[in-house]
Nanobody, 125 residues
Framework: QVQLVESGGGLVQPGGSLKLSCAASGFQSDYYAIGWFRQAPGKEREGVSCISNSDNNTYYTDSVKGRFTISRDNAKKTVYLQMNSLKPEDTAVYYC??????????????????WGQGTQVTVSS
């Protein structure tokens, strides 16, 4: 059974940090690019970041460049999203997703094959 399970969300003050994890099982995740998306209430889903399967090419949307870092540990079948200098506008449900090929439109959700259930991130004082 294919599964992507996110963890690490929570409530943090502005300027704080969180590290999200995405644990994969049921498929050969080391052959897949993994992306992070987020969706805030009343807003469309947004592609945040993506990492390739083996050579660690990365993509970031402009609003998180310099603040977020994506990484992966294929031995643990886990992808991480380190989020620093968090802002209230980062508040959203964060999802990880897997697709077979890195590149092209890494921020287009329709190109991804598998999705997790999401983890809530709230940035508030």
């Amino acid at each position: 059974q294919v599964q992507l399970v996110e963890s690490g969300g929570g409530l943090v003050q502005p300027g704080g940090s969180l590290k999200l994890s995405c644990a994969a099982s049921g498929f050969q995740s080391d052959y897949y690019a993994i992306g992070w998306f987020r969706q805030a209430p009343g807003k469309e889903r947004e592609g945040v970041s993506c990492i390739s399967n083996s050579d660690n090419n990365t993509y970031y949307t402009d609003s998180v460049k310099g603040r977020f870092t994506i990484s992966r540990d294929n031995a643990k079948k886990t992808v991480y999203l380190q989020m620093n200098s968090l802002k209230p506008e980062d508040t959203a449900v964060y999802y990880c997703a897997a697709k077979r090929l890195y590149g092209g439109s890494n921020n287009v959700g329709a190109l991804y094959d598998y999705w997790g259930q999401g983890t809530q991130v709230t940035v508030s004082s």
